[in-house]
């Protein structure tokens, strides 16, 4: 018997009643996930994003039915008789500003879940410097404010997830404690196990109180330039068979855009492990921009750079507007630098940095035209204009 302030207990008493308080918190966060959680059908996810992004078909539905079929699986009620789902993980390959953070960034407003981006290139193995793996679940636990069940069920964005490929085939030379290490730690992320996760990121120390988290409900989406991929693409696209089958007509290739063919192969050849890759069953690419593609990311989109400096300056009563040929010099210059998409948000502020900063002090202005020459003589004078493209 356990003694109390007016009564007593039995330790099979506590055990029960423990089990009741434990069913009774486990039905409550399922109602209250059923509830918080904004489902949307993948052609609903789709025309969302394309508000935001321009453009990346094949990426948008790729994601937005893997991101469907994981929270199908959250709110599927588990029976012995009934069929699990597994996990849909998604890579993304594709140059950089393509739109690989902001579609994950979107969805993940969307649905209104937990969500955080965390960069591979500063995670090591245990032990060296730079960050451990759960140092990501400690983002993810810091976006959810610390609710372990809403974390549980968020959507983690691993970018740069090519920086820790592996550096050489022969692991015995030195120790590869950013590339292939780092890829073995990820494992046990992915694949859905109890990570003891230090609360404020950081090391692990024995003095320091840790939060177990499930990661078997977290969807994770990878980013990656993988810079270098297409000669891989091209020398496996362009082999012959020798004998009698080389006679066959070669499929035509699109060799503007190679990243349409890659394959889990691919990904080896590059450096992954194949138990990280098999960790990852949808393999996803994001087309390059091409010039109208870019125009339109510059006016269409619901927060594009056209219509934030146009809200800006209407903050100062001043009504903005661009002439078309101004538009078609920026994306000029950014096709020229080959930026992608954020190439045009440095090409506008080297425009418009001195139209910043005058017209708030002088009450007289209100409105302004940027047109074709005054871009043209704003953009000669600013210091991104001097560099060189290769």
């Known amino acids: 018997m356990v003694a109390g302030i007016s009564g007593h207990i039995c330790d099979s008493c506590i055990g029960q009643a423990h089990d009741i308080a434990r069913e009774e918190t486990s039905q409550k966060a399922t109602e209250n996930l059923e509830s918080s959680l904004t489902l949307l059908k993948p052609s609903e996810v789709k025309a969302h994003i394309e508000q935001y992004v321009i453009g990346q078909d094949e990426a948008k539905k790729i994601l937005s039915v893997a991101v469907y079929n994981h929270y199908k699986r959250l709110l599927q009620k588990v029976d012995e008789d009934e069929i699990e789902i597994e996990k849909s993980n998604v890579v993304l390959v594709g ?36 960050e451990d793996v759960e140092s990501i679940l400690s983002r993810l636990l810091q976006a959810a404010d610390y609710d372990v069940a809403a974390a549980e069920r968020g959507i983690v964005f691993i970018d740069e997830i090519d920086k820790i490929s592996r550096k050489s085939d022969n692991a015995s030379i030195t120790r590869d404690v950013s590339g292939e290490g780092v890829q073995q730690a990820l494992l046990k992320l992915l694949e859905g196990s109890i990570v003891n996760v230090p609360p404020q990121g950081g090391r692990k120390h024995p003095e320091q109180k840790l939060i177990s988290v499930n990661t078997r409900n977290i969807l994770f989406i990878c980013g990656g330039a993988f810079d270098g991929i297409e000669r891989i693409i091209t020398r496996r696209v362009k082999s012959k068979a020798i004998g009698f089958t080389s006679i066959k007509e070669d499929v035509a290739i699109d060799q503007g855009n190679l990243l349409q063919y890659i394959n889990p ?73 080959k930026l992608g998409a954020r190439g045009l948000r440095s090409i506008c502020e080297a425009i418009m940095t001195d139209a910043m900063y005058e017209v708030p002090s002088d009450a007289k202005i209100k409105r302004l035209k940027i047109t074709l020459d005054y871009a043209k003589q704003k953009f000669d004078k600013s210091k991104i204009s001097q560099l060189k493209v290769a």
Not at 104 to 129: H, K, Q, S
Not at 306 to 315: A, D, G, N, R, S
């Open 265 to 337: 192969a691919d990904l080896r050849s590059f450096g992954l492990i194949p138990e990280l890759i098999g960790r990852f069953p949808i393999i996803s690419h994001l087309d390059p921009l091409d010039q109208s593609t870019l125009r339109r990311i510059l006016t269409e989109p619901k927060n594009s750079l056209v219509k934030q400096y146009i809200k800006l300056f209407e903050m100062d009563g001043v009504k903005l507007s661009f002439d078309k040929s101004a538009l078609d010099f920026i994306v000029d210059k950014a096709m020229e630098f």
């Open 95 to 130: 140059e950089t500003g393509t739109g690989k953070t902001l579609m994950a960034r979107t969805i993940a407003r969307i649905l209104n879940v937990p969500f955080c981006i965390a960069d591979a290139t500063i995670l090591t193995e245990a032990g060296y410097v730079g």
